[in-house]
């Protein structure tokens, strides 16, 4: 692995499912974040997590919750799916939270909730 | 609250410069960071300004001025692969990052 990676990289749910989006990255970076990219929009921030074992609410936190067990993994869990969720996910990683720190960008998981 | 600006769309010669512009307004500033996306893809770092002036960066330059609350993105020689979309990112008091819609950019022969 070189990076960030995340799986899906694409699904199709029926609303009212549960569907948990994983994120892996190898860079030991210690801030991780989720994005979810509208169109028309800009990326939003649906959760971070600073460091292993802390996780904080973005700007469109309802409906979805993350867990920050380690510093490599950081999976965004949908509990409840509904339509106005589907979006294309991207995970996001840096080395911290601050500063001029760049972050690094995957894939990205594109999700049609029906 | 925070508020950021940026063209939806621009078109532009191969070979020409262009200029992508930023308008933010933030109760808290922490720097200004530029992305460049693909379609399909996800978004890259290009730049970071986080004082005043112009910070360049190969065929790139980024410019800021927080007076103004602005900042530009300049490509130089452009390329046919410099279509893409570009982002404007505004880091605010907390250290997280507010975004902009995007700008893209047409490059034509």
């Known amino acids: 692995i070189a990076g960030i990676t995340q799986a899906p990289t694409s699904q199709i749910l029926a609303a009212g499912r549960r569907m948990t989006l994983r994120c892996t990255q190898d860079m030991r970076h210690n801030a991780m974040y989720w994005y979810r990219q509208d169109l028309g929009l800009g990326l939003r921030l649906i959760h971070y997590s600073n460091t292993a074992g802390t996780t904080g609410k973005g700007e469109v936190p309802d409906g979805y919750s993350v867990s920050r067990a380690n510093t490599d993994d950081f999976p965004l869990t949908l509990a409840s799916a509904v339509p106005s969720q589907t979006s294309v996910y991207f995970c996001?990683?840096?080395?911290?939270?601050?500063?001029?720190?760049?972050?690094?960008f995957g894939p990205g998981t594109r999700l049609t909730v029906l | 609250g925070q508020n950021i600006d940026q063209p939806t769309e621009m078109t532009a010669t191969e070979g020409a410069i262009v200029q992508i512009n930023c308008t933010y307004q933030t109760s808290g500033f922490n720097g200004l960071f530029w992305y460049q996306q693909h379609a399909g893809e996800a978004p890259t770092f290009l730049s970071y300004n986080v004082l005043d002036g112009l910070e360049e960066k190969g065929r790139f330059s980024s410019f800021l001025s927080r007076s103004k609350g602005y900042s530009y993105l300049l490509l130089k020689e452009l390329q046919m692969k410099d279509s893409a979309s570009y982002l404007c990112a505004l880091m605010d008091s907390n250290y997280q990052l507010i975004w902009g819609a995007g700008t893209k950019l047409i490059i034509k022969p």
């Open positions: 996001a990683s840096s080395q911290t939270s601050g500063g001029a720190n760049e972050q690094f």
